[in-house]
């Protein structure tokens, strides 16, 4: 069988087989040596499985179609019996299709009418095909002999009571295989279906078959005519289901999304304030603490999910890392076992760049983390295997197959038409269809995609949006940094088309401000970064959206002195940013408290206070506020205190004083509050994250694929024409084993060998070109190797395919 399906293969054109490869790219990864080592990788258990995760639910039921009609003397079907199984469920050109598919990938090969089907199918499957059960008389005589008389078969059936016409219903839908109670006892309508031989007691595999064996099976022919209404296969879905989701205009989703976009940007760069105004420490099991999650999300207005989602993406985006408590100027806290400093979360300096970059820009640098990162926020809360909480960056949230999953989502919807809003359970059933073995088990990925699109605004309004679109297809091919920008945040040459697109929908940063009469600032649409900056010193955020409010009070006004501005500094600011007339009480504002700051200076003693005014210091030192500082009196103008100035400094400004700090000859000391950063890090990116799959091939670089297996297949039967001893490894020669002869069958006795777990001698060439063998019991034979037991030494050895050359059963 081996031998016939490698010539199949090497009667290809170079055209066929290229579009074989294509079909099948791990066939090629590594280049097989020749048509042989291609043969036997295509019936490998892992390619198979790899082909068959591709497929989608009709094509595999088609599938399953051939295996039931295999003819139990030949192991073939035909084109004409598969047809004849899906007769009135499917159109026949439907069928002809999903045969022609399935014989594109060689999982039927041979002639229309003895087709057969590649013996891994039956390995990496359900060994029940179509949820139908096996044959009466490979279960039971009795059985058999029901089956045997339709008529017979159809009274029993009927007659059967109503409990025992449920369970038979429940097994014709598949699987036909049911467990019996483990009290000992079997139930009533079971034990009538066992007695009159409608339903035949089994073992679990690898046990010997007894008469009360721990599962009962119902018969194939059984099966087949409780179907009798819905067809052998069940029923037949030859196209993908059409979601019934409403179809949005395509401009309200594009100005959704957006809105979304401007939102998580927001969010993400609140989130990250508030870990630098104060860090989060990271858990000796790695992650953030469930406390620190809650407050970030509370501080950034956000719920504790999209909190998360959004932190596993800063994290990704390398806009947040780890950082020893030594270096950032806090208190440096050790584990008295290894003297090891703690570790806490702070953003990176990564983070000042791509605040200078323009929303579109940003939001990019999150969506391609979010779409490489191997993370899924969606575990954050639930339970591990220990019954303990996974936190936000937790080791136990890690999934390898997240990427793919989004990938997945995306795709789905981008193959609806434009605007289209699908509900989420019509995602999940046509990506159930598309690629059923895939999407087992992958349904939490599947929403934890939606939902993450909806947050990042790739989707609004449910639908996939225009720049969505184009971040998924990756139009733009230009290698660019997501973090390149200037400081103004200018686009760089290397902007992609989804930022382009995105940009379009956006309003346009502006550079001003108006100022109320209540001393609120509303920024009328996002604000360049220059005027961000600034308004973060000199403005408390009221609320943030489209357009933003802001207000200015006497601490804000404080602390932009405090940093260095001076009282005509603000004055200047504010007639340069906003286009109404400033208000007098802002002018009041800010020249009373620049009338006040710095009449107090402070120093270390620990630390020291001084002031020419003798009665502002007497009312320092009288305020019982204050009685934590320890001040002492050293003369009518200076205090002193034991704590460090940093305190001193606070716990005046807490008490409504304006302090400020000066140096040795008496200046005043005003600087901007010292930013504490983490190593910047790399981001993850769906530019330079790995494949999810073998590499597709085409062009020039197939061709030399095809090319390079047909030269080895060339090269290799040539060689194989003069007999060459094969020797055991001890140099003593095996008799009847030569290259020539064992070659030829070598594959098909490696792969039957695997199956029966049997002994063989195997032909190879080791290192130094020396030919030798071995006795070994194969374990496994894929993606171009053998791996084999050595009994004797208790090793297991692997060899490469393309270095056996013969394979001989131990007699």
């Known amino acids: 069988m081996a031998t016939a399906f490698a010539d199949q293969l090497r009667s290809l054109s170079d055209d066929a087989l290229g579009a074989l490869i294509q079909l099948r790219p791990d066939l090629v990864v590594p280049v097989p040596s020749d048509i042989s080592a291609l043969a036997v990788r295509a019936q490998s258990r892992g390619s198979v499985a790899r082909c068959l995760d591709m497929l989608d639910e009709f094509t595999l039921a088609v599938l399953d179609a051939a295996r039931l009609s295999r003819s139990e003397e030949t192991a073939s079907t035909s084109v004409a019996e598969i047809l004849a199984l899906t007769s009135g469920a499917a159109e026949d050109d439907d069928v002809r299709v999903a045969v022609g598919r399935l014989r594109a990938r060689f999982l039927l090969h041979g002639p229309e009418d003895a087709m057969h089907v590649v013996g891994a199918v039956d390995e990496v499957t359900s060994p029940y095909p179509a949820g139908l059960g096996r044959p009466a008389d490979y279960l039971d005589a009795q059985a058999a002999a029901l089956c045997a008389d339709r008529a017979k078969l159809r009274r029993t059936v009927l007659a059967a009571p109503a409990g ?44 010997a078959p007894r008469a009360d064996g721990e599962l009962v099976e119902l018969p194939r022919e059984v099966g087949l005519l409780l179907r009798r209404e819905s067809g052998p296969l069940g029923g037949l879905r030859p196209f993908p289901p059409v979601p019934e989701g409403p179809v949005r205009d395509a401009k309200s989703v594009d100005s959704a999304g957006a809105g979304q976009v401007m939102e998580a940007v927001r969010s993400a760069e609140a989130l990250l304030d508030a870990l630098a105004a104060e860090p989060a420490a990271v858990l000796k099991a790695g992650g953030l603490g469930v406390r620190d999650h809650k407050r970030l999300a509370r501080t950034a207005g956000l719920d504790e999910a999209s909190a998360a989602l959004l932190l596993e993406v800063l994290h990704a985006a390398g806009l947040m890392g780890e950082a020893d408590v030594a270096g950032t100027g806090r208190g440096v806290t050790t584990s008295r076992a290894t003297g090891a400093a703690d570790e806490i979360f702070l953003p990176t300096g990564s983070y000042d760049l791509w605040r200078a970059l323009s929303i579109a820009r940003r939001w990019e640098a999150l969506a391609d983390a979010w779409l490489a990162m191997t993370r899924q926020p969606s575990l954050v809360g639930q339970r591990d295997d220990r019954d303990r909480p996974i936190t936000v960056l937790a080791p136990d949230a890690e999934r390898a197959g997240a990427p793919q999953a989004r990938r997945e989502v995306l795709t789905a919807l981008a193959d609806l038409p434009a605007g289209t809003a699908p509900k989420p359970e019509d995602v999940l059933a046509l990506l159930a269809w598309q690629a059923p073995r895939r999407a087992r088990g992958r349904e939490q990925a599947h929403r934890d995609a939606l939902a993450g699109a909806a947050t990042l605004g790739l989707t609004g309004l449910g639908a996939l949006t225009s720049y969505g679109r184009l971040l998924h297809a990756g139009d733009d091919h230009d290698d660019h940094d997501p973090l390149g920008a200037g400081p103004d945040g200018e686009r760089a040459p290397g902007t992609s088309d989804a930022v382009r697109a995105l940009d379009g929908l956006l309003p346009a940063p502006v550079d001003h401000v108006l100022v109320q009469a209540d001393l609120s600032v509303v920024v009328p649409g996002p604000p360049e970064p220059e005027l961000a900056a600034e308004l973060e010193v000199v403005a408390e955020l009221e609320s943030a959206g489209g357009a933003s409010v802001h207000r200015v009070t006497a601490a804000s006004v404080r602390r932009a002195l405090d940093i260095g501005y001076a009282a005509t500094d603000l004055h200047a600011l504010f007639r340069r940013r906003s286009r109404t007339p400033v208000p007098q009480a802002l002018t009041y504002l800010i020249d009373d408290a620049a009338r006040k700051h710095g009449g107090l200076r402070a ?47 606070g716990a005046l400004r807490d008490a409504g004083f304006a302090p400020v700090a000066e140096d040795a000859a008496g200046a005043a000391v005003l600087s901007r509050p010292k930013v504490r950063r983490a190593a910047s890090r790399t981001p993850v990116s ?27 297949d060339i090269a290799t039967r040539a060689a194989r024409r003069a007999p060459v001893s094969v020797r055991a490894a001890n140099g003593q020669s095996v008799p009847g084993l030569t290259s020539v002869q064992a070659h030829s069958q070598a594959m098909a006795v490696l792969q039957q060998a695997v199956r029966d777990k049997a002994r063989v001698w195997v032909g190879y060439v080791d290192a130094h070109g020396a030919t030798l063998s071995r006795l070994v019991r194969p374990v496994s034979l894929s993606a171009g190797y053998l791996r084999a037991e050595d009994e ?10 393309h270095r056996v050359t013969a394979a001989v059963l131990e007699d």
């Open 164 to 207: 025992a016409r449920a369970v038979l219903d429940r097994l014709a839908a598949g699987p036909p295989v049911g467990a019996l109670s483990s009290g000992g006892g079997v139930a009533e309508p079971v034990r009538w279906l066992i007695d009159n031989h409608v339903l035949v007691p089994v073992s679990e595999a690898g046990r």
């Open 603 to 649: 120093g270390s003693a620990g630390s020291y206070l001084r002031s020419d005014d003798e009665a502002l210091v007497a009312e320092v030192l009288a305020d019982k506020r204050l009685s934590t500082l320890a001040l002492r009196r050293l003369a009518p103008t200076v205090l002193v205190s034991p704590l460090q100035l940093p305190r001193l400094l």
């Open 686 to 712: 769906v530019r330079m994250a790995e494949p999810a799959g073998p590499p597709m091939l085409a062009g020039p670089r197939l061709a030399g694929v095809v090319e390079q297996i047909r030269r080895g």
């Open 792 to 801: 004797r030494t208790e090793t297991l050895h692997t060899f490469a395919l």
